[in-house]
């Protein structure tokens, strides 16, 4: 069974920082990918990034390169999401997902505030 479990979450400073983990678990090897979505309240979800385990290929929107970096450790099962320069409209709840045998596997999710 596919599992994934988000952390690091809380109240950034404008300008600040946070990083976000996704421990994932089930699968026999690295081919899989993992990406980020995030929700804020009254806006509809928004991709934020995604990784590829095997080799650690990239991909995000223009909108968030230079500030989100997405990184992961294989040996821990880990994900990371680097968020920096944070923004008041970055706030909202961050989930990693992941799809694999037809079906989408989500976080619980964790939250991130940017207030000063």
């Known amino acids: 069974q596919v599992q994934l479990v988000e952390s690091g979450g809380g109240l950034g400073q404008p300008g600040g920082s946070l990083r976000l983990s996704c421990v994932v678990s089930?699968?026999?090897?690295?081919?899989?990918?993992i990406g980020w979505f995030r929700q804020a309240p009254g806006k509809e979800r928004e991709w934020v990034s995604c990784?590829?385990?095997?080799?650690?290929?990239?991909h995000q929107p223009d909108s968030l390169k230079g500030r989100f970096t997405i990184s992961r450790d294989n040996a821990k099962n880990t994900v990371y999401l680097q968020m920096n320069s944070l923004k008041p409209d970055d706030t909202a709840v961050y989930y990693c997902?992941?799809?694999?045998?037809?079906?989408?596997?989500w976080g619980q999710g964790t939250q991130v505030t940017v207030s000063s």
């Open positions: 990784i590829r385990m095997r080799d650690g290929i990239t």
């Open positions: 089930g699968f026999t090897s690295d081919a899989y990918n």
């Open positions: 997902f992941t799809y694999t045998n037809g079906r989408m596997y």
